[in-house]
């Protein structure tokens, strides 16, 4: 069977439903994931995306009670819940300033006492310490709730969002489409026909968003084919989707928690028939906080062109603790970049290049100790005494 999906990837003829379903019971996973790097690799060369971003999640309470979160609290005096205020929010970006991302992330809880005039204060404030920034913020489930919530259009949420900042939308809250899955696991927000309208709303109005997908728990390889084959749907009919990113399920502290995560296997089949079944879809991005930055490297050999941005404050991932660090700096992304053989190449939120590094040979492990030796080490302060029975070394500088 993939010799026969091989020849229509390589003749330009679009894959189907039952083409998706034997990519991903194909046993031979080598084979699978070397035809989804060639076409990788035929829009994208080496080159691996990645920018200077910063995620923040203000609140955390939330009034749906999907299955699969560990982030969210129902109440906002819960134990563990939290809501930033303007100015605390805000310095997350100030402190930051000495190197500034270039975009700020921003996905919350569906908090219902919070004034819509919060969130437009919270868009401008940004904008007022870095008029430069780019600012991807709300998914489409939140669009949805302030709609609801506070008795506006889609039209108008993301107008008077827009006005105060946004310019883009993430792509979280996708979960999985089919109803099957969807009423099990978040059956309390938006449905996938409302997720989809935001999304081809905000398309029409000429703004940008990326779509998710979350596998791994209930859902069969049937109900990600449909997952994914409604993106590419929607792609066909707007154009405005970016970067189509699956999101690996984490078990921990949710009501989903007597089941596995998915394997480091799994991850890399669902990048590589993501890639070949949206064939108008220009990046698959491996979000290394959801996969790991050792699976995230892998899947820029199974499809994946984007391994996302330095992230700096994740909180939602890490709820379900997640063994992904908080945050990256920057020379370790172009590092794992390189050394999974591909181009490091710093991108705006648009994907165009602020800065592509240049191809490096892929270091020995010697060449860390040999940088270290290199760096002049930190003189102690002198000491002019020391505490009776202590060492220099033991005092406190």
């Not at 913020?137 to 008795?151: L, S």
């Not at 728990?217 to 049937?222: G, L, Q």
């Amino acid at each position: 069977m993939l010799d026969h999906i091989r020849e229509m990837v390589r003749a330009g003829e679009r894959l189907s439903y039952e083409d998706g379903l034997a990519l991903f019971v194909e046993p031979d996973l080598l084979a699978l994931g070397q035809l989804a790097n060639e076409v990788r690799e035929k829009r994208h060369g080496d080159r691996t995306y990645f920018n200077k971003n910063m995620r923040l999640e203000v609140t955390n309470v939330c009034v749906a009670s999907c299955l699969f979160c560990s982030f969210a609290r129902l109440e906002a005096h819960m134990p563990g819940a939290h809501t930033m205020s303007l100015e605390q929010a805000w310095k997350e970006l100030e402190d930051r300033m000495d190197d500034p991302p270039t975009e700020i992330h921003v996905v919350n809880g569906l908090h219902p006492g919070l004034p819509f005039s919060y969130y437009e204060d919270l868009l401008r404030g940004f904008k007022r310490i870095h008029p430069g920034v780019h600012l991807k913020c709300f998914t489409a489930v939140e669009i949805h709730f302030f709609a609801k919530h506070y008795g506006m259009t889609y039209v108008e949420v993301l107008e008077r969002l827009r006005a105060a900042g946004n310019d883009s939308l993430p792509g979280g809250g996708a979960e999985i489409f089919h109803p099957e899955v969807r009423t099990k696991i978040s059956d309390d927000k938006a449905t996938a026909d409302e997720y989809l309208e935001v999304h081809r709303v905000a398309h029409r109005m000429g703004m940008k968003t990326n779509v998710t997908m979350l596998f791994g728990h209930i859902e069969t390889f049937a109900h990600r084919v449909d997952h994914i084959l409604r993106c590419r749907e929607l792609q066909d009919e707007t154009g405005g989707i970016q970067a189509f990113i699956p999101l690996a399920f984490h078990p921990d502290g949710n009501g989903m928690r007597n089941l596995p995560a998915p394997t480091a296997i799994d991850d890399l089949r669902t990048f590589a028939v993501s890639r070949l079944l949206l064939d108008n879809v220009d990046h698959i991005k491996a979000f290394w906080v959801s996969s790991g930055p050792d699976v995230a490297q892998i899947a820029l050999r199974f499809g994946a062109d984007d391994i996302d941005g330095t992230i700096v404050h994740e909180t939602i991932y890490k709820a379900a603790n997640t063994a992904s660090p908080g945050a990256l700096g920057y020379h370790e992304l172009v590092r794992l970049i390189r050394e999974a053989g591909r181009v490091p190449v710093e991108r705006d939120t648009f994907y165009n290049v602020v800065k592509e590094h240049p191809r490096a040979d892929l270091p020995e492990a010697a060449s860390k100790v040999k940088d270290r030796e290199r760096k002049p080490r930190t003189k102690l302060p002198v000491v002019a005494s020391a505490p009776a029975g202590a060492s220099a070394e033991e005092v406190p500088s």
